[in-house]
């Protein structure tokens, strides 16, 4: 059985200032780009993790669409499922990071994604029903991810959720449909529970909002850098908490991708049946070998890594 992911395919472009950013000037640094988006992304590293995947999502008939199409089809990975879009342009992330190799600030054109409607849905549910995990992501329109839901509903298909940002997760308020697993950074976490001053180490009270206004979702996994991991479950309601270790500013090359790698991992362990404590290591460790990689999605990642 496959894993289908379903959201965004882009090309990445990211500035990375060789000392702390000026704003209003220009700033010495380095400027790269490659093929990005969370969905594609959450796909090449599960095909570096083995897991059988297809790729649901849109390109525009450009050379943006046709690098990445290229680039997915070397590594393998289901491209049937992606539409080309004749009038539309391929998705851009523009990313601008400080001397640390944080995001300060990013931009996203991602209109093409309400490409990725109802009816291209329903094309291919037989795909999604037949898989063992569907990913999905808040790029996708509102009304589209409440008919994936549905599709899946009353099924034995997981579903694993990722917010993407801090504007994006708020879609989730108006989704009642029953969702197993979302990831989401702390910061994202207060957003959608519009709790600013939110402590990270109160687990009680997390758990008590989170309950209280997402009944829906069975589990969440809270992200919060080197401060460590949060797991939540609605079933039994319960917390638990996950270290994860120091990565050294001077080890960290860059830190984008080492949430979709997080999640790449989780899924990886939700694919092998493994326990959730087992489901967190392995996202752990994913993220720490993309931090210390130049590119959005490790050479070094692999199943070797959770040995």
């Known amino acids: ?42 796909a090449h590293n599960l095909c570096k993790l083995e897991v059988p995947v297809n790729l649901f999502g849109v390109v525009g008939d450009d050379i943006f669409g046709e690098v990445i199409l290229t680039e997915l089809n070397n590594l393998k990975i289901n491209t049937n499922f992606i539409k080309n879009c004749d009038n539309c342009r391929t998705g851009v992330y523009l990313a601008i990071l400080d001397e ?37 992501e808040t790029n ?11 599709v899946l509903e009353n099924t034995n298909v997981y579903t694993v959720f990722n ?3 801090n504007q994006k997760v708020k879609k989730l308020k108006n989704i009642t449909e029953e969702i197993d697993y979302l990831t989401l950074n702390f910061s994202e976490l207060k957003s959608l529970i519009e709790q600013e001053n939110l402590d990270f180490y109160d687990e009680k009270s997390i758990q008590t909002i989170f309950s209280d206004k997402f009944p ?32 050294e500013d001077f080890e960290i090359i860059d830190a984008n ?25 392995y996202g752990i460790k994913a993220s720490h070998i993309t931090l210390k990689s130049p590119k959005t999605v490790a050479d070094d990642l692999s199943t070797k890594i959770f040995d």
């Not at 882009?10 to 500035?15: C, E, L, S, V």
């Not at 000392?19 to 010495?28: A, D, E, G, I, V």
């Not at 600030?105 to 329903?122: A, F, G, L, P, T």
């Not at 996708?140 to 549905?150: A, D, G, R, S, V």
Request: glycine content about 8%.
């Open 163 to 165: 917010a993407v940002s």
């Open 1 to 42: 059985m496959c894993v289908s992911i379903i959201g965004g395919i882009n090309i990445d472009f990211k500035g990375s200032s060789h000392q702390k950013l000026s704003f209003k000037t220009s700033n010495p640094g380095r400027i790269f780009y490659s093929s990005g988006g969370v969905a594609r992304n959450v």
């Open 257 to 281: 991708g080492a949430g979709d790698a997080f999640t790449a991992g989780l899924i990886y362990g939700i694919y092998e049946d493994a326990d959730i404590e087992k489901c967190i290591e």
């Open 216 to 247: 829906n979702i069975s589990n969440l996994i809270v992200t919060n850098g080197d401060m460590g991991v949060l797991f939540l479950t609605n079933r039994f309601k319960k917390t638990e908490f996950f270290s994860v270790g120091k990565v």
């Open 140 to 150: 996708l329109e509102t009304q589209t991810i409440e008919y994936i839901l549905k």
């Open 100 to 136: 640390k190799k944080d995001m300060m600030v990013s931009i996203s054109d991602m209109d093409i994604i309400k490409e990725i409607n109802v009816n291209y849905i329903e094309k291919y549910k037989d795909t999604l029903l037949h898989s063992k995990l569907v990913f999905l």
